[in-house]
C-alpha cells in the first residue's frame, strides 16, 4: 500500500483512504489494484521476457481498459527494471530531474518498488508517494515530479499514455526542490 512523506515537514500518511484522499486534494489520481491476480512466478521477477509482460497485461486487461477508458489513455506497456537492467544508474539520472509532461505520467506497480516526488500545492510543497505492488498512480500533465526506483532497486510497472509515441519529460527547473 503506498505510503506518502510531506518533504518539509516529514509528516506521513498511510492506509489506503488517509493517501487516496490527500493525493485527491493534490489532484494525482490514486487506486488499488490486486497484485495477487499475477502468476506466482511474475510477482517477483524483474527480468521479463516479452511473454511475461504481455502475460501482465492481459492479467490486468479489465483495470487496464477500465482506467483508459476513464482517462483516455489509448496505448500501454510494461517496464521492468531492476540491477540486471543496462545502463541502471544512468537512467536513474535522466528519471531523477523535476520535470513536466503535456499528459499525465500513470504508472500501475505490478512488482517491486517506486516513489514519485511532486510538486503540491503552495502549502505542501514537494512530497514522496512511496509505491508497492498493487500501487496505481497518475500524476497530472504539468504537474511537477519525477520518478525513481526505492533502495531495492527493482520495479515492474504497467505504463499507460494518450499519445501512441509516449510523453517526453520538459525539464522544470525549480529553486525550491531540494534533492532526497
Avoid at 506518502?4 to 487506486?31: C, H, M, P, W
Avoid at 511532486?118 to 505492488?133: H, M, P, Q, R, S
Wanted: glycine residues 6%; negative net charge; without cysteine.
Amino acid at each position: 500500500m503506498a505510503e506518502i512523506r510531506i518533504r518539509n515537514t516529514n509528516e506521513r500518511i498511510s492506509g489506503e483512504d488517509n493517501v487516496k484522499a490527500f493525493l485527491d486534494k493534490q489532484e494525482v489520481l490514486y487506486e488499488h489494484w490486486d497484485p495477487n491476480k499475477l502468476p506466482e512466478a511474475l510477482r517477483e521477477n524483474f527480468q521479463l521476457s516479452d511473454e511475461d509482460k504481455a502475460q501482465i497485461l492481459s492479467t490486468f486487461d479489465t483495470e487496464i481498459r477500465d482506467l483508459a477508458g476513464r482517462r483516455g489513455y489509448r496505448t500501454w506497456d510494461v517496464i521492468a527494471l531492476s540491477e540486471a537492467t543496462p545502463n541502471l544508474e544512468e537512467l536513474l539520472k535522466k528519471f531523477e530531474q523535476v520535470h513536466t509532461h503535456t499528459e499525465d505520467e500513470v504508472r500501475a506497480i505490478t512488482a517491486g518498488k517506486g516513489i514519485f516526488i511532486i510538486k503540491g500545492d503552495e502549502e505542501t510543497g514537494y512530497f514522496d508517494v512511496e509505491l508497492n505492488a498493487g500501487d496505481v498512480i497518475s500524476v497530472p500533465e504539468g504537474k511537477p515530479h519525477f520518478f525513481t526506483l526505492m533502495e531495492n532497486k527493482q520495479i515492474v510497472a504497467v505504463r499507460l499514455f494518450i499519445e501512441t509515441e509516449g510523453w517526453i519529460a520538459h525539464k522544470y527547473d525549480d529553486p525550491a526542490f531540494q534533492g532526497a
